[in-house]
């Protein structure tokens, strides 16, 4: 059986598996045991290629897979076929593979495609690690579709390691994407749920080499072709922020998340806002503008307190205590479990599966788009480069997420237009967001450290006087970049 398998992954605390297996009881419901053995070549050509290939007894029958990524997180290709070949006499061995069970699909050409180019014969497939899962399941219908739910507990095996499985899928089976948002969104505060990203061939594949189980994930390069149209440009780079955003956000929410982990997921939430609003024309969610600003406040509290410390150390201060765990602060963890940030997430993912789910602000061609937004947005960082000094905090900090949105929408449309001319404008933007930075860093230590001393903490006025002192060499550094940055040749402009 072949498809085009739509499908969500969900984590969730151990503690609501309870209540989420009470929904798989009843008519309909099915509960099996199910042990798989998953191949690649030596050289892990499958796994760089997000290719799965497995043999799975499923009660008394096996099962051959192929499965290969699609378009989106949510979208994957699959063929299935059953083994018709009689089991073995002990009822133990694992029956041959045969690649040709999956001739003439989708899923197989991909998998052809990857042999054949690494000159990899069917030979070299070897099994690398397994599963062995007791999974409930149960089809729903849900707003004109049909759902299979299967909730998994088990373990992945690789040698002698051994990794717990607990996690929720929801696929459509029938009917449109809509039905997914309809069912995870009633799921998914009700229970905690939080989308995951790594399928269980990835985090296999892991365990097997031995390798961190949650790798942080940062941007990819933008190396894609821009799509012709603006809507598709659209859709692709929505795609592209939340294949980012989800796999930190995962790591965040299950507590295997460390500081690289926020700070991407920051990045990915940033362009995934500068997105909306440059192409989409749209403000992003509520859930994802508090989601970012309250990892903001963490980040301020983690990154900046420790980096100004040091320096602050470095220039005579006398040890300064600041609480960088104040009440009020959300944990990173707490954030990403946040169940109006997952339904915004959800929101976003089932659009993108929709062929009419995202509209571009402006219907025609992608580089015509890319050329106006730039523009737009380089003008207002030129202009606000000569008074930069002079300008209020705010406005200040406005001109900083102005450079930010201006990067990202470069690097987005980066290959629709001349690749050296790109890297140049890009190599001219990097100081005057360093100085940004390094001025607005400037600008949240004053007020942490400000308001340490006014709360009693005296030796923190040092740390105030510094910092004022540092004020006006910071901005006269982001009026340089700006104004050097202004000067340089716009590689949109023909």
Known sequence: MSSHEIELKFGFDPEALPALAARFTGEGSRREHLQAHYFDTPARLLAQHRIALRLRREGDRWV????????????????????????????????????????????????QEVLQAAGAPAASLQPVYGTDLWRRSLQLNVAGGRIEAALDEGHIL????????????????????????????????????????????????????????????????HRIAVPEQATDW?????????????????????????????????????????????LAGMEAPAALREAFSELGRWRDRDTVVSATGAALQA???????IDTRP????????????????????????????????????????????????????????RDADG??????????????????????????????????????????????????????????????????????ATAWFAVGWLQGREPITARRCRKALQQLAATPRFWKD
């Not at 001109?399 to 449309?413: D, G, I, P, S, V």
């Open 158 to 221: 690789a040698g002698e390691r051994r990794l717990p499985v607990c996690e929720l899928e929801l696929e459509l089976l029938e009917g449109d994407a809509s039905a997914l948002r309809v069912l995870a969104s009633e799921w998914l505060p009700t229970h905690g749920l939080w989308l995951s990203h790594a399928t269980k061939a990835e985090r296999g594949e892991r365990l097997a080499r031995g390798e961190p189980l949650w790798p942080v994930v940062k941007a990819a390069a």
């Open 64 to 111: 051959q897979t192929l499965k290969a990524q699609g378009r989106m997180v949510a979208h994957r290709l699959e063929h299935n076929a059953t083994v018709l070949a009689p089991e073995p006499a002990d009822g133990a061995a694992v029956p041959p593979l045969d690649l040709s069970r999956h001739d003439g699909t989708p899923a197989g050409d991909a998998l």
């Open 388 to 457: 930069f000094e002079a300008l209020a905090t705010e406005d200040q900090h406005r001109t900083r997420k102005r450079l930010k949105r201006l990067r990202y929408l470069a690097e987005f449309a980066a290959p629709a237009f001349d690749a050296k001319a790109v890297k140049r404008y890009l190599r001219q933007l990097e100081p005057a967001q360093d100085a940004l930075g390094e001025h607005n860093d400037n600008a949240v230590a004053l007020a942490l450290y400000r308001e340490a001393a006014e709360a009693g903490e």
């Open 234 to 278: 659209l859709h692709d780079s929505v795609v592209g922020c939340l294949s980012q955003i989800v796999p930190n956000a995962d790591a965040v929410a299950q507590g295997e998340g460390a500081a690289e982990h926020v700070h991407q997921l920051r990045v990915g939430l940033r362009r995934l806002r500068t997105v909306l609003r440059e």
């Open 315 to 321: 220039a005579g201060a006398p040890a300064i205590r």
């Open 327 to 382: 009440q009020g602060v959300l944990t990173p963890q707490a954030v990403a479990r946040d169940s109006a940030l997952q339904l915004a997430l959800l929101e976003l993912t089932v659009q993108g599966l929709r062929a009419d789910g995202l509209q571009a602000a402006e219907a025609g061609k992608a580089r015509a788009l890319a050329r106006h937004r730039l523009q737009r947005l380089h003008r207002q960082v030129a």
